[in-house]
């Protein structure tokens, strides 16, 4: 049996694919392609061929799902799979050896969701009728999360109403409003597949991305 992370000649032909076949969509579903019957995708602690392994997919796995994120490493793509057993419950693997296995639905959705910020650096955890904010430093902040309600005439937009965990009848609400498209924070190269801005219940204003969350 032998572990690929990404073939090398098959690497080579990527400055050649179109940039929306590099990118990972967390509404699709995928299958492992490129890999002989026999041998394994190695799927990688982080992004690159020398990252050691923290799982392994069979020649024919399928069912996949990605987060959304991925780091470009030349022409080589990096995306983030949602690998159960792994420790963080999520690995890395070239996206020359994925390949779609099931259309999107008309309005997936909703699944869990992460999403952050920087200046100040912040994070929101969705799941399961919840969100919990996070500042560094700071005490958790429990909201309450509505369901994802999508714009009637871009269904790449959705909106996600937050409610104050102790008050949840409160007139004052926040919403966190997500586009599906690129989205990329400067300090660490990673792209993140929505775009975020989220309005607290006490009205501060935040921008960010967000991702698929993997969920144990």
């Keep these: 049996m032998v ?12 400055e050649f694919i179109p940039p929306e076949a590099l990118t990972p969509d967390p509404d699709l579903i995928y299958a492992v392609t490129g890999i002989t019957a026999g041998d394994r995708l190695g799927v990688g602690y982080r992004p690159g061929a020398g990252a050691t392994a923290v799982a392994s997919l069979a020649h024919d796995t399928r069912g996949i799902l990605v987060t959304g ?3 470009m490493d030349g022409h ?29 639905e008309h309005d997936p959705g909703p699944y869990p969701l992460l999403c952050a ?16 904010y996070i500042e560094p430093g700071e005490m958790p902040d429990a909201l309450t999360a509505g369901g994802w309600m999508r714009s009637r005439n871009d269904r790449a937009v959705f909106v996600i109403q937050l409610r104050d965990v102790d008050r949840p009848a409160a007139e004052d609400e926040g919403y966190a409003t997500l586009r599906k498209t690129s989205c990329a924070m400067s300090f660490h190269g990673m792209e993140y597949p929505f775009e975020a801005t989220v309005i607290m219940p006490e009205r501060t204003v935040l921008s960010g991305c967000c991702s698929r ?3 144990p």
């Design 3 to 14: 572990m690929i992370f990404c073939p090398a000649t098959i690497a080579l032909a990527q």
């Design 69 to 71: 994120r991925r780091i």
């Design 76 to 104: 080589s793509a990096w995306w983030e799979v949602i690998t159960p057993g792994a420790p963080a419950g999520t690995g890395w693997v070239g996206h020359i050896n994925l390949t779609i296995d099931a259309p999107a």
């Design 117 to 132: 910020g920087t200046e100040p650096v912040w994070s929101m955890r969705l799941e399961d009728k919840l969100a919990v």
């Design 213 to 215: 969350l993997a969920v």
